[in-house]
């Protein structure tokens, strides 16, 4: 097995998340909460144009897999969900007028 287990699980969980996501946004008609729930640092990129970068939603999860991988879960999984709830908050207090329009 690898020793990047975490990332490789990430990898392989961004790809159904991803899919559920963009269902669920429902190509602009539908809901945005399952990708600012799971993606939210891809949605921060719509602050600077209005498209979401995808690049951004695939790197991210195994990023956080790697990061769990290095330095061990038990020290980075607090940091990152600490991070990832900001980025949550940062994102839904931005747009809130357009998650509720």
């Known amino acids: 097995m690898s020793s990047y287990k975490y990332t490789v699980w990430f990898f392989i969980l961004t790809i159904p998340l991803g899919f559920l996501a963009i269902f669920a946004a429902g ?3 539908g809901t945005y909460f399952p ?3 799971i993606f939210p640092f891809s949605l ?3 602050f600077f144009n209005e498209e979401i970068p995808l690049l951004i939603g695939i790197i991210q999860l ?3 897999g790697f990061l769990m991988d290095k330095f061990g879960t038990k020290k980075v999984l607090p ?3 600490v991070i990832h709830i900001i980025g949550m908050c940062t994102v839904f207090m931005l747009k809130r007028d357009y998650f509720f329009s």
Request: proline letters at 7%; charged letters at 0%.
């Open 27 to 29: 190509g602009g008609h």
């Open 35 to 37: 990708l600012l729930a």
């Open 44 to 46: 921060l990129g719509t």
């Open 62 to 64: 195994p990023a956080y």
């Open 79 to 81: 940091v990152i969900i």
